[in-house]
């Protein structure tokens, strides 16, 4: 990181009070993989670790301010993209990316439901992040559900099938794509990852926990702050893996609500 200092690395995502998904899961995120977190919310949630009870979204114009206040005094370099929410905030985000296409990081997470099963992203704004977001990231981060989505396509059951549903997801423009197989119905949980240097898979064995609420936006955010510092695909994938792992089975020390616990992000350190 040397004649930089620590990156900045911005999140573009809806709020979660409960703390464990979402925004307050990105800084936490971007704060313990030694980088420096910043916030754009697209939305508001009402909810808890038990579900979603409310969504209350940003005004579009109010999103696009957002993101040009910081790209006009800060350096970015990298942005995570989670809940955008609908078509309009999908649109201005994609607007206000674009003259920094390049030249920075880009995760996409294409947050669409949910733990508890809540819609999160309206229908018309699939095809805006499928046609406009895609194109511009360096890694896109869909489970199985989500890449099934963005392909019209049935869910996946197989690696073939997720390694398939990876290779035609980056052909809509991504550098590079990881399926999640959280969903897989197997003792493993087997993601694959495409890119220009092929496949390549990464295990992970099943924890029995509750606490998984914010799992797939710690990830998606420790896979920014990496590419921030200057880590490849590759490598940024294995080192968020390996902290989202650590920050799951730590889970158990925290005792927050009834539900969906959230990960230990400092695990680390207390």
């Known amino acids: 990181m040397s004649g930089q200092g620590i990156r900045n690395v911005l999140s573009i995502a ?36 038990q579900g979603v009870s409310g969504v209350q979204t940003v005004p579009p114009a109010f999103v696009a301010a957002q993101i040009e206040a910081i790209f006009a ?31 920075l990081a880009i995760v996409l997470d294409p947050v669409m439901i949910a733990k508890g099963g809540s819609p999160l992203l309206s229908q018309d704004a699939v095809s805006v992040l499928r046609d406009r977001l895609m194109p511009m990231a360096t890694v896109v981060t ?26 035609r997801l980056r052909g809509l423009g991504a550098a590079a794509v990881l399926v999640k197989g959280g969903h897989l119905e197997a003792d493993e949980s087997p993601d694959v990852l495409t890119d220009v240097n092929g496949n ?47 920050a799951i089975a730590a889970a158990g020390r925290l005792t927050v609500g009834s539900g969906h616990g959230p990960l230990h992000h400092f695990q680390h350190w207390w």
């Open 14 to 49: 809806g709020s979660d009070p409960s703390g464990g998904a979402g925004i307050q899961a990105d800084l936490k995120t971007f704060a313990a993989c030694g980088t420096y977190g910043m916030a754009v919310l697209t939305a508001l949630t009402a909810q808890n670790t």
């Open 73 to 103: 005094d800060i350096r970015v370099d990298a942005v995570k993209i989670g809940m955008i929410a609908t078509a309009e905030i999908a649109e201005v985000v994609a607007d206000a990316l674009e003259p920094h296409r390049g030249r």
């Open 142 to 167: 869909p489970n199985l559900p989500e890449a099934a989505a963005l392909l019209g396509e049935p869910l996946a059951t197989t690696r073939e099938e997720m390694v398939g549903q990876a290779e």
């Open 200 to 246: 390549r898979w990464f295990e992970g064995a099943r924890t029995a926990t509750r606490n998984t609420h914010g799992t797939g936006c710690t990830l998606s955010s420790a896979i920014a702050a990496e590419l921030a510092k200057g880590a490849a695909a590759g490598e940024a994938v294995a080192a968020a893996k390996a902290y989202v792992a650590a």
